[in-house]
T-cell receptor
Framework: AQSVTQLGSHVSVSEGALVLLRCNYSSSVPPYLFWYVQYPNQGLQLLLKYTSAATLVKGINGFEAEFKKSETSFHLTKPSAHMSDAAEYFCAVSFSGFQKLVFGTGTRLLVSP | DSGVTQTPKHLITATGQRVTLRCSPRSGDLSVYWYQQSLDQGLQFLIQYYNGEERAKGNILERFSAQQFPDLHSELNLSSLELGDSALYFC??????????????FGEGSRLTVL
């Protein structure tokens, strides 16, 4: 069965610091992997997605993620955090031909001045 | 704006009651998904419809049902409500004709409070 595990329900960084949000997946077939962001009182918005093309994926707002098959990971990074990045981030997995997404439990990113 | 519209945005009701949540997908999207988000369960997939037919079922209780109409809007019916049903219910849509990117577009959710 497919699943994703997000390590850390909360991550705190200072403005300007590196952001690293961890996601590991479990899938018996090549996965599609996604990062979504949820700002307060809003729905989820796609940040980026991996669909078996380039392993380093660039998304919106300066975020990127690297697919590492050997580590079954898809960690999300941003070189320099901004206050506006404070939100909840969800990693999700699906596989080819099937649109249902399985979400991780989410990581709340806190950014301090 | 994702293009997905959910109504109502907020709903407060009592235990034992029944409510209907409505979702209009993005123009041209054939698939509609319902997710439940609660503090203790996280984001849980409930059910998916594709072009009017049920495609996949997740952790949906028997007290809950859904359908997708010919105009592609969807409704999620929650009955015999319990306190634990209080949550944010999201609708998402995907798959415009000829496009299968795996990306879901989410509405802003309907917040259900059961008292």
């Amino acid at each position: 069965a497919q699943s994703v595990t997000q390590l850390g329900s909360h991550v705190s960084v200072s403005e300007g610091a590196l952001v690293l949000l961890r996601c590991n997946y479990s899938s018996s077939v090549p996965p599609y992997l996604f990062w979504y962001v949820q700002y307060p009182n809003q729905g989820l918005q796609l940040l980026l997605k991996y669909t078996s093309a380039a392993t380093l994926v660039k998304g919106i707002n300066g975020f990127e993620a690297e697919f590492k098959k050997s580590e079954t990971s898809f960690h999300l990074t941003k070189p320099s955090a901004h206050m506006s990045d404070a939100a909840e981030y969800f990693c999700a997995v699906s596989f080819s031909g099937f649109q249902k997404l399985v979400f991780g439990t989410g990581t709340r990113l806190l950014v301090s001045p | 704006d994702s293009g997905v519209t959910q109504t109502p945005k907020h709903l407060i009701t009592a235990t034992g009651q029944r409510v209907t949540l409505r979702c209009s997908p993005r123009s041209g999207d054939l698939s509609v998904y319902w997710y439940q988000q609660s503090l203790d369960q996280g984001l849980q997939f409930l059910i998916q419809y594709y072009n009017g037919e049920e495609r996949a079922k997740g952790n949906i209780l028997e007290r809950f049902s859904a359908q997708q109409f010919p105009d592609l809007h969807s409704e999620l019916n929650l009955s015999s409500l319990e306190l634990g049903d209080s949550a944010l219910y999201f609708c998402a849509s995907s798959v415009r004709a000829g496009e299968a990117t795996g990306e879901l577009f989410f509405g802003e959710g309907s917040r259900l409070t059961v008292l």
